[in-house]
């Protein structure tokens, strides 16, 4: 996992926005907090050579919500390698994803329709540790030496203001690949 402090945070420097603040969950002695920022970035890199080679890896940003958080229901998210793909390629290449959990996407949504919310976006999981994850992407690490890999998590489009978000690092790990059986395979 890439620490808070190894991240970059758009408003980094400004303590009105973001602040960092001990989390008593985190495995890091600080977290970043979101107090109030009109666009966010977040991007975390990490160097392919630490990774295996020829290995699917997923990129998750692991995360809280304060109760009263603000502006969090979805945000793009991209993979790139820094060294081949520029930011602009990525940016139209995005996937959203939601931020706010299950419960609060029904109540920003209305209702219990599964289907928008599923289809418009990767929703966060829970972890065993009590934080948050939501996939921001995934990709290959090829040779193992194609230099660094940049997962980023963007919403500077819809300005309003976003708070309440602390921010434990970004994960890359392995990733699992699911398949779901039919009746027709033999080991159904």
Partial sequence: MIAPRQLTISWGDNAYFRQWRRHPDSRFSEVAYLVSVRGLDIRGRIGTEMLSPKTDYAAYLVFKLKNVSNGLESANAIIRFVNYESDTETENQANTVKLATWTQNRR??????????IASGKIPKMRDDGWLEVELGYFNSKKGDDGPVEARLIEIKRL?????????????????????????????
């Fill in 160 to 188: 309003h203001y976003k708070a309440g978000l602390f921010v434990e690092g970004i994960e890359f790990r392995p990733k699992i690949i699911e398949y779901k059986l039919s009746e027709t395979d033999p080991e159904f």
């Fill in 108 to 117: 920003n949504f209305g209702g219990d329709n599964n289907q928008q919310i």
